[in-house]
C-alpha cells in the first residue's frame, strides 16, 4: 500500500485538489491501456491518498466552492471531504507528507515533535514539496490569494502526475 497525505494550509483549496487529482490519477491506471506509470500491476487499491491542514482555521469546512468548481469542471467529485489538521499519528502513517509550499513546512514544526521536524528539514524521509517532484523549486500556486484557480490545477496535475511516475517506477 502506497499512503500519501498532501498538506495546505487549510485544507480547502490546494490539498484537496491534490488528494482527488492523485486519487483520479491511479484509478486511471486500472482503468486505462494507455498507464501514467511502467508498473501496469497496480491498481487504485494499492493506494491510500487523503489530504490535511497545518492550521486549524478550516477545520470541519468543505472543499472551498471555486476549488470544487474545477474540479468538477475536470469530472472529478470532491463532495463530502472536510477539512481536517494533520497530525503525528498522520507522519506515522502515511510514506508520502506532500505540501503544497514552504509555509507548510514552517508550520509543520506546530504538529511533529521537535526531533523528527528538524530531520525533515536537514535530511527529508517522507516529506517533500509537491512541485520539487516536477523537478520545479517553487510553490504551488495558491489560489486563496490570487483567485487563479486553473493556475492551481495546472500546478497541482503537474506535481501529481510526476509523482506517481516517480513512485511507480
Not at 38 to 52: P, Q, V, Y
Not at 124 to 135: F, T, Y
Request: hydrophobic share 40%.
Amino acid at each position: 500500500m502506497i499512503k500519501i497525505l498532501f498538506v495546505c494550509h487549510g485544507n480547502i483549496c490546494r490539498s484537496p485538489m491534490a488528494e482527488f487529482v492523485m486519487k483520479k490519477l491511479v484509478r486511471d491506471i486500472s482503468s486505462s491501456a494507455k498507464h501514467v506509470t511502467t508498473n501496469s500491476a497496480l491498481t487504485a487499491t494499492d493506494f491510500e491518498i487523503a489530504s490535511a491542514a497545518t492550521s486549524t482555521e478550516e477545520i470541519g469546512n468543505p472543499v472551498y466552492p471555486p476549488a470544487r468548481r474545477m474540479l468538477a469542471s475536470h469530472g472529478i467529485d470532491s463532495s463530502g471531504k472536510t477539512a481536517r489538521q494533520m497530525t503525528v499519528a498522520d507522519y506515522n502513517h502515511y510514506d508520502y507528507i506532500v505540501l503544497m509550499d514552504q509555509n507548510n513546512l514552517r508550520n509543520l514544526r506546530w504538529i511533529l515533535p521537535r526531533d523528527i521536524y528538524e530531520r525533515e528539514l536537514a535530511h527529508p524521509s517522507k516529506v517533500s514539496l509537491l512541485m520539487d517532484w516536477a523537478g520545479k523549486s517553487r510553490d504551488v500556486a495558491d489560489p486563496w490569494y490570487t483567485g487563479d484557480f486553473e493556475a492551481t490545477w495546472r500546478d497541482v496535475n503537474e506535481g501529481c502526475k510526476a509523482m506517481l511516475q516517480s513512485i511507480c517506477k
